[in-house]
């Protein structure tokens, strides 16, 4: 389609450029003799009012429509990019009153804009497109003004403004050769708009003038003889079209290349992906039957295309027990968390030999259909990451909570009493109950709040409440504690140790904080680059590590942090082993 | 949400003043003498500077906008040079037939676009979304005056369900007024509908892509009770965006539609003006228009308010 649409642009550039020697006929001459021809050998698309050959007509307003789209964006760049990058330089008040004139006169319609300007300067082709360039230069120097600030703002960090560069260098040299690109992209869109209002001035009389022909200036004399052939009106209107439409094909595409890809997901979250049982299916190493093992899973792979995230890892948690994943960012360590919690989404693909959950009658995950799926995920309470991003900004807490609870009740076929437990009081009374449990003082406060209106150790607690709505047998936590700060972070982890204790779930708890895991953690499982490189006890991976990269991750625990030093004083053997580990190592000075 | 309504109003107003002292400024640079425009090529050089005298474009630019804005904001937009009639009656007579059509391919734009970009987000991926994106791409590209010539020549002259020209006031016949209005709103509103289309479709991958829809499906709701509770209320903020931008282009549209339809709007009436050099009548539309895009501006700005709580707390 991009390729198809680089075509008609050329073409139009093509007849453009060698239009007056192609043109069949005159196009400014006829005679009347002629006048409103039908298409036929003579005049292949017929001839207009005054007997003109159409077709010749058509080739010439591709010279006016391409003269007239370089005009206008030409104008605009130049005005628009000039004025935006001089104010978003030079800053300060020049930049706040001009900022203020831009948009006040970007509050007038650009074709209003227009017409005003040719009412004081006259008609014409130039000076019609010059008076698009001006409306045009409004937006341009919003966009050039927005760019140059963001490159300052880089500038000075890399501090080539501080070593004394001039700013007319610093413009020159730093500023516009990185914004040339998204300027160029917006010039593509003016120009496309610049060729419609051309036409769409020509044809009220205000653009280019009779007899040169115009696409607009066809459409207005079709107008004319709309009646005795209407068919005049289709050649200029579908040029028109086409090169719209191939400008703005090849505009979209220039921005797509410009943000990258993203795109190749439309559905983002919504449509979790099922997972195969991969090629190397056929091992003979039974399941282990132990009824205390809640998860269980063999040979994990995840790949992103061809980039492979996650490389046969093997994972068991047992009833009860915390295992931390750890490893840094990359690791696929998140990968493998969502996957199973089954909410893995395209562009990855899964495959597993076994992703079994017990706790009750066993699930699998490996080749399920979208209704095991949903009862999977109905048993795997997940905690995510960032916990304000995670939660609907639109809805209430207590809003977001009823949906869960409502959503479980009518998953799980368990419940025969269905009209009691759907009562919207009986379920008020349960969003009380999981807000308490959280440790969320004021429940019945906090349910009508949205999460813009609540502080980010907050929504982690309501996260966690999410997650506990479900009654899940495996809690599945994302960095639950990475976006929040330090005392926070030992709140939640405090929480998260009595939810444990309370309700004897299993726990899969993902961290790139050997520290934090080691707070929480029975055992821990160290990934590296989406290979398992060192599983085992806490206190053993943390003393002995055997492989020189959980070393690494060692050492790089940080220490005497002031939040888990005073207010989560090491409450578990193994915690207070990582804490005194870490301070041996520091050299004495 | 008066505090946030009274601060928009107040961001509003200087808005306005600039766009009508921008305009002011550059229909100074107009060689068009007004004494000219309404005494013709005749009159002796007295008369003429009588004239200049009388209607006060001799005075100071500035003096002359202040004493326009003052007699603006009172609703009174000057005289006409070309006849004795106040700017302020012309506008108003025109402007019913202009606000009409633009209103009506406002609704004709997000009657279509907004099901459309639904349908197409909704199914994101799927067959029907290159389909629709296509057809919201091609709708946009196609100048809304070439589509009503369109309509003019293939539905109107041969069948007889729309006239091809002319305009009633609704005041006299609602059922004629509609039936007038409809081919204009529709040709102007298809190009619209493409903008909404596209926005709405974009808004809902864009919402898709965000975290706490991931939340919902770990949550166990179903995919249209988050397609059509989660993701469109929050898809619909980027939309009344929208609106701002397109009532802009379709205001702009309205005044060339209005030619091929014959309409006697604002277009006529501006266009007249250019051709006689009749400054004040541009300058009253321009305020006009700016004015309105205003009200436009703040009216979307308290829909905001109400679709994203967030706005009103702020």
């Known amino acids: 389609m991009v390729k198809l649409s680089w075509g008609v642009l050329v073409l139009v550039g093509a007849l453009a450029l060698l239009g007056p020697w192609i043109t069949p006929y005159d196009p400014t001459a006829g005679s009347v003799a002629d006048a409103l021809a039908s298409p036929g050998p003579e005049h292949w698309l017929g001839t207009d009012y005054l007997g003109r050959d159409t077709l010749s ?8 429509s391409t003269i007239a789209g370089f005009e206008a964006t030409a104008v605009a760049v130049v005005l628009g990019g000039g004025l935006g990058m001089v104010i978003g330089l030079v800053g300060g008040w020049t930049d706040r009153i001009v900022m203020r004139i831009v948009e006040g006169i970007s509050s007038i319609p650009a074709v209003v804009l227009a017409i005003a300007i040719i009412a004081a300067l006259g008609s014409g082709l130039t000076r019609s497109m010059l008076a698009v360039g001006i409306a045009f230069a409004m937006g341009m120097a919003r966009l050039a003004r927005g760019l140059t600030m963001a490159e300052r703002e880089r500038l000075y960090v890399d501090g080539a403004r501080v070593v004394g560069a001039s700013r007319l260098r610093l413009l020159r040299v730093h500023i516009a050769p990185n914004i040339a690109a998204p300027m160029g992209v917006e010039a593509t869109l003016v120009f496309a708009h610049a060729v419609t209002i051309e036409a769409a001035l020509s044809f009220l009389g205000l653009g280019t003038q009779p007899p040169a022909a115009s696409w607009g200036v066809m459409l207005s004399s079709a107008q004319r003889t709309i009646r005795e052939a209407p068919f005049q009106s289709i050649p200029p209107g579908l040029a028109l079209v086409l090169t719209v439409l191939a400008l703005n094909i090849v505009g979209d595409a220039l921005v797509r290349r410009r943000r990258g890809v993203g795109l190749d997901n439309p559905t983002g979250y919504l449509e979790p992906i099922g997972i195969g049982s991969g090629e190397g299916k056929a091992e003979s190493n039974p399941l282990c039957t132990d009824p205390a093992v809640l998860l269980q899973a063999r040979a994990v792979a995840v790949r992103y295309g061809s980039m492979v995230a996650v490389d046969g890892v093997d994972v068991t948690v047992k009833a009860g027990e915390v295992v931390a994943l750890v490893g840094e960012s990359g690791s696929g360590k998140t990968s493998l968390a969502m996957s199973l919690a089954g ?48 939660l609907n900004p639109l809805q209430t807490v207590g809003r977001q909570l009823r949906e869960v609870i409502e959503a479980q009740r009518r998953l799980s076929a368990r419940h025969r009493d269905r009209a009691n437990t759907m009562n919207p009081r009986v379920i008020s009374e349960e969003i009380v109950d999981l807000l308490t449990a959280v440790g969320l003082r004021d429940p019945e406060d906090v349910a009508r709040l949205r999460p813009g209106q609540i502080s ?43 939810l444990c204790r309370e309700r004897e779930f299993g726990v899969l708890f993902v961290t790139h904080d050997l520290g934090v895991a080691g707070e929480l953690a029975d055992r821990v499982v160290v990934m590296f680059r989406g290979e398992v490189v060192e599983s085992g006890p806490i206190d053993q991976v943390v003393l002995h590590p055997s492989h020189p990269y959980t070393a690494a991750l060692v050492a790089a625990v940080p220490r005497n942090e002031p939040g888990r030093a005073i207010l989560a004083p090491p409450a578990t053997a193994a915690e207070a082993r990582v804490l005194d580990m870490v301070e041996d190592q520091e050299p004495v000075s | 949400m008066l505090t946030v309504a009274l601060s928009r109003l107040a961001a509003l107003v200087p808005l306005v003043v600039v766009a009508s002292f921008a305009a002011f400024l550059l229909l100074q640079l107009t060689a068009t003498d007004p004494a000219v425009v309404r005494l013709g090529e005749a009159a002796t050089d007295d008369a003429y500077a009588a004239f200049r005298h009388e209607i006060g474009v001799d005075r100071p630019v500035l003096v002359q906008y202040g004493d326009w804005l003052v007699n603006a904001v009172q609703g009174d937009f000057g005289t006409s040079w070309t006849n004795s009639t106040p700017v302020s009656e012309s506008l108003a007579a025109r402007f019913p037939v202009t606000l009409s059509i633009t209103v009506g391919a406002l609704v004709v734009g997000l009657a279509i676009g907004i099901p459309a970009g639904i349908a197409a987000g909704i199914r994101a991926g799927r067959w029907t979304d290159p389909l629709l994106t ?29 006239p091809a020209t002319g305009y009633v006031s609704y005041e006299r016949d609602v059922g004629e007024w509609l039936r007038s209005i409809t081919l204009p709103s529709t040709a102007l509103g298809l190009a619209s509908a493409g903008a909404f289309a596209r926005q709405t479709r974009a808004g809902f991958v864009r ?64 266009l007249n003006a250019i051709r006689n050099g009749d400054m004040p009548l541009v300058l009253g539309f321009v305020a006009l228009m700016a004015l309105l895009m205003a009200i436009i501006q703040f009216l979307l700005d308290l829909t905001y308010a109400l679709v994203d709580p967030r706005v009103r707390a702020a």
Request: hydrophobic fraction near 55%; charged fraction near 15%.
């Open chain 1, 343 to 390: 909410l893995l989404t395209p562009p990855a693909a899964c495959s597993a030999e076994v992703i079994r959950l017990g706790g009750g009658a066993p699930l699998d995950l490996v080749d399920a259909d979208p209704g095991v799926r949903a009862q999977w995920r109905g048993r795997v309470g997940v905690v995510f990451q960032e916990p304000s991003a995670a």
């Open chain 2, 134 to 162: 296509g057809s919201a791409s091609l709708g946009q590209a196609i100048p809304s005056f070439w589509l009503a010539l369109l309509l003019v020549a293939y539905l109107a002259m041969t069948t007889s369900w729309f």
């Open chain 1, 57 to 64: 007509r058509l080739i010439d307003g591709a010279r006016v």
């Open chain 2, 207 to 270: 919402v898709l892509h965000e975290p706490y829809v991931r939340t919902a499906v770990a949550g166990g709701l179903s995919r249209g009770r988050i397609l059509w509770r989660t993701a469109l209320r929050n898809a619909s903020v980027p939309v009344v965006t929208t609106i701002a931008g397109q009532a802009a282009v379709l205001v702009g549209g309205a005044v060339i539609v209005e030619q091929v339809f014959a309409l006697p709007g604002l277009g006529q009436l501006v």
């Open chain 1, 456 to 498: 980010g150790g907050m929504a982690q607690r309501v996260m966690i409440a999410l997650a506990l709505a479900k009654s899940p047998t495996l809690l599945i936590a994302d960095e639950p504690t990475t976006a929040l700060d330090v005392t926070v972070q030992a709140e939640i982890i405090e929480l998260l140790k009595r």
